[in-house]
């Protein structure tokens, strides 16, 4: 079993790594693009888990649908910061 | 930077205050896992997931169901749609895609819908699938404001999932059991109908969350004031 151990570690650094990334980036476009990337992560660890019922929910509404949802949301924003002049994709220093 | 160095000490101790109680949880767990597997046979399904959410705990999933439209009649509330669409498609290949996909997408949430009585699936999943469609539909190019064409359609799709769970348990009630005890052998009948209306709304309700906005009637606008 130490190639599905092997995997699992991998899982864990993964989810940790972009978890970080989608907290931390300052382009948010990244964060929003590593928040989707989590989501499938968690979809397959949820599988792991032997948990498929979870995996699909995660897969279709934490990372689809809410990745749509984030990037929309970016997008009306940066329409907005564009009108009055401001930068749009970089968040606070 | 001490409140930096402060963030990092709180989070590590965080850490280590989870890892800890996750770590002394007992092996195995205690839980109503037995239970549930052993009331199966009379709950109509044979996938305990959609057993425990639409049978043993099924007023959960109703209210989760009051949650979403709730969720959709705040952001209606916030303002009307701007009616304009999501730019113009990136090129006829998304479109020509979008025709095959679109309407697969509707047929798998279906299937999805149907197969989760037995195996992985269910009403979130494949209304999920529906509203990844809707969301598609728009980012081809699809007008948002033809959501506002029908709108007692929409609004009756929106609601039809808590209507329909509500009016079941209801019903189920004057026959003389429990709000929502369905009784013996229409069990299964009864999930699935509540399953299927509910997958239109959660479809519904995650295209128009996207939407964002409440879908005017003429097509247009509504002038804000």
């Known amino acids: ?45 949820w599988f792991r888990l032997s948990a498929p019922d979870l995996a699909l929910a995660e897969a279709a509404v934490g990372s689809g649908l809410t990745g749509a949802l984030l990037l929309a949301a970016l997008r009306r924003w940066s329409d907005r910061d564009a009108d009055s002049g401001g930068s749009s994709t970089r968040s606070e220093p | ?133 809707i969301v598609l539909a728009v980012l081809g190019g699809l007008s948002p404001s033809r959501f506002g064409d029908r709108p007692a359609l929409l609004r009756a799709g929106l609601a039809a999932g808590l209507a329909v769970f509500s009016c079941i348990g209801l019903s189920v009630m004057i026959a003389g059991g429990w709000f929502l005890d369905y009784p013996g052998r229409s069990a299964k009948v009864l999930i699935l109908i509540i399953e299927a209306a509910a997958t239109v709304s959660i479809g519904l309700t995650l295209g128009c969350l996207f939407i964002g906005g409440r879908p005017t009637t003429d097509g247009g606008p509504e002038p804000e004031s």
């Open chain 2, 1 to 133: 930077m001490s409140g930096r160095r402060s963030a990092w000490i709180l989070a590590t101790a965080a850490f280590g205050l989870v890892a800890w109680a996750v770590l002394s949880l007992p092996t195995p767990a205690p839980g109503l896992t037995d239970r549930a597997f052993a009331a199966l046979d009379d709950s109509g399904v044979t996938n305990p997931v959609t057993a425990v959410l639409l049978n043993y705990r099924s007023t959960d999933t109703l209210l989760e169901l009051g949650v979403l439209l709730l969720a959709v009649v705040s952001v209606w509330g916030l303002r009307p749609s701007t009616g304009a669409s999501f730019g113009r498609p990136p090129g006829p290949l998304l479109e020509g895609l979008l025709r095959i996909l679109v309407p697969l997408l509707v047929l798998f949430g279906g299937y999805l819908l149907w197969i989760g009585a037995f195996a992985p699936g269910g009403a979130f999943q494949g209304g999920a699938l529906v509203g990844g469609a």
């Open chain 1, 1 to 45: 079993m130490a190639v599905s151990l092997v995997f699992d570690g991998l899982l864990a650094l993964l989810i940790l790594t972009l978890a970080w990334r989608a907290v931390t980036d300052r382009l948010q476009f990244r964060a929003v693009v590593s928040f989707v990337a989590l989501g499938l992560v968690l979809a397959v660890t």
